[in-house]
T-cell receptor
C-alpha cells in the first residue's frame, strides 16, 4: 500500500528563516498529495494540495511541488513567522479513499 | 456551516467502561473516517464509511466498532475501554463527487483518557 516518510522534528527556526520539510512517498499510481497543518489544541486543516505531477500547491506563503521522478512533495516557505508554529503532516491519498499521514513535523518559530 | 463537529471534547474512562463518540457533518459528504492520533505516530485510520449503512476497517480497528445509520453521522464505539485506547480521536469527511476527492475536513478532536 501507499506509505509516506516525513522529516522528523522538532524543527526550531528564527523568524524570517527559510523552511523546508521533506516528504517522500511510495504509491501505486499517482495519488493526490496534501500537506495538513495542526495548530496547538486544534484539528487538522488543509494547507495545500497537488493532484498531478509537476503541480505546485501554495497557500499562506507555503509551497510544495509534486515531483513524480523523486516521489517527493517537500514543503517550503521563504520567511516563517511565529504564527507558523504548528505540526505539519504530509499525506498522499490511499487506496481506500483515505489519506496516509506521515508522523508529523513540529515547527517552532522563535521571535 | 458548522463543518465537522465531534462530541464530547474530553472524556475520562475507567478500564472496561464503554462509550460512544459522535461525529456529525453538515456538508453532505459521502465518506467519513475515524482516526486516532498518538505522539510520534501521526494519524492512523480506525474505520471508515463510504456511505450510509456501510462501514469498513482501517489500519487499527481492533477494540472499536462504528455505525453510519445517517449520512451526516458517524459513531465510534468502545465496548470495553483499555488504557491503550488513550488517544486523541479525529473524525473527518470527504466527497468523491468533488474534484479533490481525497481532501478531508477534520473535526476538532476528542481527547480520551482511559485509566
Amino acid at each position: 500500500g501507499n506509505s509516506v516518510t516525513q522529516m522528523e522534528g522538532p524543527v526550531t527556526l528564527s523568524e524570517e528563516a527559510f523552511l523546508t520539510i521533506n516528504c517522500t512517498y511510495t504509491a501505486t499510481g499517482y495519488p493526490s498529495l496534501f500537506w495538513y497543518v495542526q495548530y496547538p489544541g486544534e484539528g487538522l486543516q488543509l494547507l495545500l494540495k497537488a493532484t498531478k505531477a509537476d503541480d505546485k500547491g501554495s497557500n499562506k506563503g507555503f509551497e510544495a511541488t509534486y515531483r513524480k521522478e523523486t516521489t517527493s512533495f517537500h514543503l517550503e516557505k521563504g520567511s516563517v513567522q511565529v504564527s507558523d508554529s504548528a505540526v505539519y503532516f504530509c499525506a498522499p491519498g490511499g487506496s481506500q479513499g483515505n489519506l496516509i499521514f506521515g508522523k508529523g513535523t513540529k515547527l517552532s518559530v522563535k521571535p | 456551516n458548522a463543518g465537522v463537529t465531534q462530541t464530547p471534547k474530553f472524556r475520562v474512562l475507567k478500564t472496561g467502561q464503554s462509550m460512544t463518540l459522535l461525529c456529525a457533518q453538515d456538508m453532505n459528504h459521502e465518506y467519513m473516517y475515524w482516526y486516532r492520533q498518538d505522539p510520534g505516530m501521526g494519524l492512523r485510520l480506525i474505520h471508515y464509511s463510504v456511505g450510509e449503512g456501510t462501514t469498513a476497517k482501517g489500519e487499527v480497528p481492533d477494540g472499536y466498532n462504528v455505525s453510519r445509520l445517517k449520512k451526516q453521522n458517524f459513531l465510534l464505539g468502545l465496548e470495553s475501554a483499555a488504557p491503550s485506547q488513550t488517544s486523541v480521536y479525529f473524525c473527518a469527511s470527504s466527497s468523491p463527487r468533488l474534484a479533490g476527492q481525497f481532501e478531508q475536513y477534520f473535526g476538532p478532536g476528542t481527547r480520551l483518557t482511559v485509566t
